[in-house]
């Protein structure tokens, strides 16, 4: 069977930049994740404009694909760094970053989210201050 065409979403102009202590955001229930925060989160991502997300982390057969999807519901640009994301089974691993591609989100090398940050950077008015 031949293989679907895609077209690459890229990043938008204003993704984020979000950093999460993976070890604190599951077992401090003072971290801002999950339940009512999302609410916060969600407010305080569309206060600032932000129109896409580059989400990495573990797993890739659970938490990575959950938060791509709740950022494609949101109406988020999704890109997974494919060399940021990992998982204990190597098949499941790439069997759901091909899912995640195929679906919802684009699945690049960590070089071209660096190159596609670093350009958004170069023009960004928030970078110019």
């Known amino acids: 069977m031949p293989e679907l065409q895609r077209q690459s979403q890229g990043l938008g102009r204003k993704p984020p930049l979000l950093l999460v202590d993976m070890i604190q955001g599951f077992t401090d229930p ?25 989400v990495t982390g573990l797993t890739a057969s659970g938490c990575v694909p959950a938060t791509v999807v709740d950022g494609l519901q949101h109406d988020y640009r999704v890109v997974v760094p494919r060399e940021a994301v990992g998982d204990r089974n190597p098949e499941a691993h790439r069997a759901n970053l091909f899912d995640m591609n195929a679906k919802y989100a684009d699945v690049q090398n960590l070089s071209e989210v ?16």
């Open 30 to 54: 003072a971290c801002p994740l999950g339940g009512e925060a999302d609410a916060l989160v969600q407010t305080q991502l569309t206060s600032l404009a932000v129109n896409s997300l580059v």
């Open 114 to 129: 660096f190159t596609q940050l670093k350009a958004l950077s170069a023009t960004s008015r928030y970078h110019q201050q």
